[in-house]
T-cell receptor, first 113, second 112 residues
Framework: QKEVEQDPGPLSVPEGAIVSLNCTYS??????FMWYRQYSRKGPELLMY????GNKEDGRFTAQVDKSSKYISLFIRDSQPSDSATYLC?????????????FGSGTKLNVKP | NAGVTQTPKFQVLKTGQSMTLQCAQD?????MYWYRQDPGMGLRLIYY???????DKGEVPNGYNVSRLNKREFSLRLESAAPSQTSVYFC???????????FGSGTQLSVL
Protein backbone atom coordinates (compact mmCIF):
# COMPACT_ATOMS: atom_id res chain seq x y z
CA GLN A 1 0.00 0.00 0.00
CA LYS A 2 1.30 3.43 -0.94
CA GLU A 3 1.77 5.99 1.81
CA VAL A 4 -0.25 8.55 -0.19
CA GLU A 5 -3.03 7.81 -2.65
CA GLN A 6 -4.25 10.30 -5.21
CA ASP A 7 -6.71 9.81 -8.05
CA PRO A 8 -4.73 10.38 -11.28
CA GLY A 9 -7.70 11.71 -13.21
CA PRO A 10 -7.76 13.24 -15.72
CA LEU A 11 -10.41 15.59 -14.42
CA SER A 12 -12.10 17.80 -16.99
CA VAL A 13 -14.35 20.68 -15.91
CA PRO A 14 -15.86 23.77 -17.56
CA GLU A 15 -14.48 27.20 -16.79
CA GLY A 16 -16.00 28.63 -13.61
CA ALA A 17 -16.61 25.25 -11.96
CA ILE A 18 -15.56 24.39 -8.43
CA VAL A 19 -12.86 21.74 -8.46
CA SER A 20 -12.17 19.30 -5.65
CA LEU A 21 -8.87 17.41 -5.56
CA ASN A 22 -8.20 14.83 -2.89
CA CYS A 23 -5.56 12.64 -1.31
CA THR A 24 -5.72 9.96 1.34
CA TYR A 25 -2.83 8.76 3.44
CA SER A 26 -2.07 6.00 5.88
CA UNK A 27 0.62 7.40 8.20
CA UNK A 28 -0.85 9.20 11.20
CA UNK A 29 2.55 10.82 11.85
CA UNK A 30 2.12 13.27 8.96
CA UNK A 31 1.80 16.82 10.27
CA UNK A 32 2.62 19.08 7.32
CA PHE A 33 0.64 19.00 4.10
CA MET A 34 1.35 20.64 0.78
CA TRP A 35 -0.24 21.05 -2.62
CA TYR A 36 1.92 21.59 -5.67
CA ARG A 37 0.84 22.69 -9.15
CA GLN A 38 2.88 21.37 -12.05
CA TYR A 39 2.46 22.69 -15.56
CA SER A 40 3.56 20.51 -18.45
CA ARG A 41 7.37 20.31 -18.72
CA LYS A 42 7.82 22.47 -15.61
CA GLY A 43 8.81 21.85 -12.01
CA PRO A 44 6.27 21.51 -9.18
CA GLU A 45 5.32 24.88 -7.73
CA LEU A 46 4.28 25.11 -4.07
CA LEU A 47 0.66 26.26 -4.05
CA MET A 48 -0.63 25.68 -0.52
CA TYR A 49 0.96 24.64 2.76
CA UNK A 50 -0.93 23.58 5.89
CA UNK A 51 0.09 22.44 9.31
CA UNK A 52 -2.08 19.84 11.08
CA UNK A 53 -5.87 19.84 10.69
CA GLY A 54 -8.08 22.66 9.50
CA ASN A 55 -8.60 24.92 6.52
CA LYS A 56 -6.40 27.45 4.79
CA GLU A 57 -7.59 29.85 2.12
CA ASP A 58 -5.56 31.77 -0.45
CA GLY A 59 -7.57 33.57 -3.10
CA ARG A 60 -9.51 31.00 -5.12
CA PHE A 61 -7.73 28.10 -3.42
CA THR A 62 -8.71 26.38 -0.16
CA ALA A 63 -6.78 23.53 1.42
CA GLN A 64 -8.48 21.27 3.95
CA VAL A 65 -6.89 18.69 6.21
CA ASP A 66 -8.88 16.10 8.16
CA LYS A 67 -6.35 14.14 10.17
CA SER A 68 -9.00 11.96 11.81
CA SER A 69 -9.96 10.62 8.38
CA LYS A 70 -6.41 10.90 6.94
CA TYR A 71 -7.82 12.91 4.06
CA ILE A 72 -6.74 16.18 2.48
CA SER A 73 -8.46 18.28 -0.17
CA LEU A 74 -7.73 21.21 -2.42
CA PHE A 75 -10.69 23.26 -3.65
CA ILE A 76 -10.41 25.64 -6.58
CA ARG A 77 -13.25 28.14 -6.95
CA ASP A 78 -14.12 29.83 -10.25
CA SER A 79 -11.66 27.60 -12.10
CA GLN A 80 -9.81 29.13 -15.06
CA PRO A 81 -8.15 27.57 -18.12
CA SER A 82 -4.85 28.70 -16.58
CA ASP A 83 -5.52 26.26 -13.71
CA SER A 84 -5.07 23.37 -16.16
CA ALA A 85 -2.12 21.46 -14.72
CA THR A 86 -1.23 18.41 -12.66
CA TYR A 87 -1.77 18.85 -8.94
CA LEU A 88 0.41 16.91 -6.51
CA CYS A 89 -0.26 16.47 -2.83
CA UNK A 90 2.69 16.00 -0.48
CA UNK A 91 3.12 15.46 3.22
CA UNK A 92 5.80 14.99 5.84
CA UNK A 93 5.92 14.02 9.51
CA UNK A 94 7.54 17.27 10.44
CA UNK A 95 10.67 19.36 10.36
CA UNK A 96 14.11 17.77 10.21
CA UNK A 97 12.75 14.64 8.52
CA UNK A 98 14.92 15.28 5.50
CA UNK A 99 14.05 12.22 3.47
CA UNK A 100 10.44 11.91 4.59
CA UNK A 101 8.43 13.79 2.01
CA UNK A 102 5.71 11.63 0.51
CA PHE A 103 4.00 12.57 -2.72
CA GLY A 104 0.79 11.57 -4.41
CA SER A 105 1.11 10.57 -8.05
CA GLY A 106 -0.76 13.70 -9.18
CA THR A 107 -4.20 14.55 -10.59
CA LYS A 108 -4.30 16.04 -14.07
CA LEU A 109 -6.85 18.85 -14.32
CA ASN A 110 -8.19 20.32 -17.55
CA VAL A 111 -10.37 23.44 -17.36
CA LYS A 112 -12.23 23.97 -20.62
CA PRO A 113 -12.99 27.54 -21.79
CA ASN B 1 14.73 35.85 -7.27
CA ALA B 2 15.76 32.77 -9.27
CA GLY B 3 15.03 30.15 -6.55
CA VAL B 4 16.33 26.74 -7.67
CA THR B 5 18.15 26.65 -11.01
CA GLN B 6 18.96 23.45 -12.90
CA THR B 7 21.09 22.85 -15.96
CA PRO B 8 20.78 21.52 -18.57
CA LYS B 9 17.05 21.51 -19.37
CA PHE B 10 17.32 18.70 -21.90
CA GLN B 11 19.93 16.03 -22.53
CA VAL B 12 20.21 12.95 -24.72
CA LEU B 13 22.85 10.36 -23.85
CA LYS B 14 23.94 7.07 -25.29
CA THR B 15 24.09 4.04 -23.00
CA GLY B 16 27.34 4.08 -21.06
CA GLN B 17 27.98 7.79 -21.34
CA SER B 18 28.39 9.93 -18.24
CA MET B 19 27.06 13.34 -17.34
CA THR B 20 26.52 15.69 -14.43
CA LEU B 21 23.32 17.57 -13.68
CA GLN B 22 23.90 20.87 -11.96
CA CYS B 23 21.69 22.56 -9.37
CA ALA B 24 22.03 25.83 -7.50
CA GLN B 25 19.71 27.63 -5.08
CA ASP B 26 19.84 31.23 -3.94
CA UNK B 27 17.47 31.00 -0.97
CA UNK B 28 20.20 30.23 1.59
CA UNK B 29 18.60 26.82 2.20
CA UNK B 30 20.46 24.18 4.16
CA UNK B 31 18.93 21.08 2.56
CA MET B 32 18.95 20.02 -1.07
CA TYR B 33 17.49 17.03 -2.91
CA TRP B 34 17.46 15.19 -6.21
CA TYR B 35 14.23 13.53 -7.36
CA ARG B 36 13.26 11.70 -10.50
CA GLN B 37 9.73 11.74 -11.87
CA ASP B 38 8.40 8.92 -14.02
CA PRO B 39 4.86 8.33 -15.33
CA GLY B 40 2.86 6.28 -12.86
CA MET B 41 5.70 6.32 -10.32
CA GLY B 42 5.46 9.87 -9.06
CA LEU B 43 8.42 11.65 -7.51
CA ARG B 44 11.12 9.43 -6.05
CA LEU B 45 14.03 10.63 -3.96
CA ILE B 46 17.47 9.75 -5.32
CA TYR B 47 19.82 11.51 -2.88
CA TYR B 48 19.59 14.35 -0.43
CA UNK B 49 21.92 16.61 1.49
CA UNK B 50 20.63 17.71 4.86
CA UNK B 51 23.38 20.30 5.20
CA UNK B 52 26.60 21.37 3.56
CA UNK B 53 29.12 18.55 3.79
CA UNK B 54 26.62 15.71 4.16
CA UNK B 55 24.84 13.50 1.62
CA ASP B 56 22.57 10.48 2.05
CA LYS B 57 20.83 7.95 -0.13
CA GLY B 58 17.15 8.18 -0.84
CA GLU B 59 14.75 5.64 -2.28
CA VAL B 60 16.47 5.00 -5.65
CA PRO B 61 20.22 5.83 -5.41
CA ASN B 62 21.67 3.04 -7.57
CA GLY B 63 23.54 4.32 -10.61
CA TYR B 64 23.91 7.87 -9.26
CA ASN B 65 26.41 9.87 -7.26
CA VAL B 66 26.09 13.34 -5.77
CA SER B 67 28.31 16.14 -4.59
CA ARG B 68 27.34 18.99 -2.29
CA LEU B 69 29.86 21.48 -3.61
CA ASN B 70 28.93 24.27 -1.19
CA LYS B 71 25.75 25.53 0.46
CA ARG B 72 24.33 26.71 -2.88
CA GLU B 73 25.20 23.85 -5.21
CA PHE B 74 24.29 20.16 -5.36
CA SER B 75 25.18 18.08 -8.41
CA LEU B 76 23.97 14.67 -9.59
CA ARG B 77 26.26 12.45 -11.65
CA LEU B 78 25.42 9.49 -13.83
CA GLU B 79 28.67 7.55 -14.29
CA SER B 80 27.41 5.08 -16.90
CA ALA B 81 23.96 5.97 -18.14
CA ALA B 82 21.36 3.25 -18.72
CA PRO B 83 18.01 3.43 -20.54
CA SER B 84 16.29 2.90 -17.15
CA GLN B 85 17.60 6.32 -16.14
CA THR B 86 15.48 8.03 -18.80
CA SER B 87 13.39 10.36 -16.68
CA VAL B 88 12.76 13.93 -15.64
CA TYR B 89 15.09 14.99 -12.84
CA PHE B 90 14.22 17.67 -10.31
CA CYS B 91 16.42 19.40 -7.81
CA UNK B 92 14.74 20.82 -4.71
CA UNK B 93 15.73 22.68 -1.58
CA UNK B 94 14.24 23.38 1.83
CA UNK B 95 14.93 25.79 4.63
CA UNK B 96 16.08 25.19 8.17
CA UNK B 97 12.91 23.60 9.46
CA UNK B 98 12.48 21.54 6.33
CA UNK B 99 8.70 21.38 6.19
CA UNK B 100 8.29 22.43 2.54
CA UNK B 101 10.19 21.88 -0.67
CA UNK B 102 10.96 24.25 -3.50
CA PHE B 103 11.68 22.70 -6.89
CA GLY B 104 13.71 23.63 -9.92
CA SER B 105 12.30 23.48 -13.45
CA GLY B 106 13.73 20.04 -14.21
CA THR B 107 16.05 18.24 -16.61
CA GLN B 108 14.53 15.93 -19.19
CA LEU B 109 17.05 13.13 -19.78
CA SER B 110 16.81 10.47 -22.47
CA VAL B 111 19.24 7.56 -22.54
CA LEU B 112 19.27 5.66 -25.82
Amino acid sequence: QKEVEQDPGPLSVPEGAIVSLNCTYSNSAFQYFMWYRQYSRKGPELLMYTYSSGNKEDGRFTAQVDKSSKYISLFIRDSQPSDSATYLCAMTPGPYNFNKFYFGSGTKLNVKP
Amino acid sequence: NAGVTQTPKFQVLKTGQSMTLQCAQDMNHNSMYWYRQDPGMGLRLIYYSASEGTTDKGEVPNGYNVSRLNKREFSLRLESAAPSQTSVYFCASSGQTNEKLFFGSGTQLSVL
